[in-house]
């Protein structure tokens, strides 16, 4: 399989057909669920992606998620850029749990690990 192609990592049998649920869905499902969360900023791309595109490297758009599905297992990455003033391990558990109804509720995956990196945080808008 070639490296930029994304495998599915989920399929389901039913009397006619199967059904398989792609990587990006289950990101995709992490990271709104994830904004959801009252505090989250929003989703970073990491160190790594911010410093490549300010060197002007192209590099597809990241979403601050990674899932990791293995035999209808599920492990979640999610670097995340809060809003200054809130509590960041009780925001963080909050999202840990949001992400885990949303995934579970959406594709039936079991959801086993869902790891929280802060990667920031907004400060508010200074008023002149």
């Known amino acids: 399989m070639a490296e930029n192609e994304k495998k599915d ?3 389901t049998k039913k009397e006619i057909g199967t ?3 792609a990587d990006d869905v289950v990101e995709m499902i992490a990271e709104y ?3 959801e969360v009252e505090g989250v900023a929003g989703m970073s ?3 790594t992606s911010n410093f ?3 060197a002007g490297v192209r590099m597809p758009a990241a ?3 990674k899932a990791e599905v ?3 297992n599920v492990r979640i990455d999610a670097a995340v850029i809060m809003d200054y003033g809130y509590n960041i391990p009780a925001t963080s558990s909050k999202v ?3 992400i885990k109804q949303a995934i579970e509720n959406m594709t039936g995956l079991n959801v086993t690990d869902v790891n929280i990196r802060i990667e920031g945080i907004r400060m508010p808008a200074k008023e002149n």
């Open 9 to 11: 990592n989920k399929e």
């Open 19 to 21: 059904v398989r649920i």
């Open 33 to 35: 669920a994830a904004k």
């Open 45 to 47: 791309a990491g160190s």
């Open 52 to 54: 490549l595109s300010k």
């Open 63 to 65: 979403r601050g998620v």
């Open 70 to 72: 293995q035999d209808g």
């Open 96 to 98: 840990q749990a949001r």
